[in-house]
Nanobody, 123 residues
Framework: QVQFVESGGGLAQPGESLTLSCVGS????????VAWFRQAPGKERERVSC????????YYTDSVKGRFTISRDNAKNTVYLQMNSLNNEDTGEYFC????????????????WGQGAQVTVSS
């Protein structure tokens, strides 16, 4: 089965950091763009960050710019999301997904969705 396995979520206090990992299972991420999405209760799934196949182009939604960093290690078939200075609005289920070569703003153009990793930011 082709999908990602997310890990690294948990409970954090405002201002703390978490690092999410996303391991590809059943396929190689090497030629694919990989994106992190999050879904908060009652809200639509939003794209938080994306890294293209080369690792040279990245995207961040405005609310996480300067705080989150996406990176990839093709040898480990893994994409990471380093999240610093967490705040309550970062709470949600985080998913990763992929598409061939380049990032897209269209969530329907991604596949390989995993089960997600819950991130809860609360004091």
């Amino acid at each position: 089965q082709v999908q990602f396995v997310e890990s690294g979520g948990g409970l954090a206090q405002p201002g703390e950091s978490l690092t999410l990992s996303c391991v590809g299972s059943g396929f190689a991420i090497e030629n694919n763009a990989v994106a992190w999405f999050r879904q908060a209760p009652g809200k639509e799934r939003e794209r938080v960050s994306c890294i293209d196949h080369s690792g040279l182009w990245t995207y961040y939604t405005d609310s996480v710019k300067g705080r989150f960093t996406i990176s990839r290690d093709n040898a480990k078939n893994t994409v990471y999301l380093q999240m610093n200075s967490l705040n309550n609005e970062d709470t949600g289920e985080y998913f990763c997904a992929y598409r061939l070569l380049h990032c897209s703003a269209d969530v329907d153009r991604y596949g390989g969705w995993g089960q997600g990793a819950q991130v809860t930011v609360s004091s």
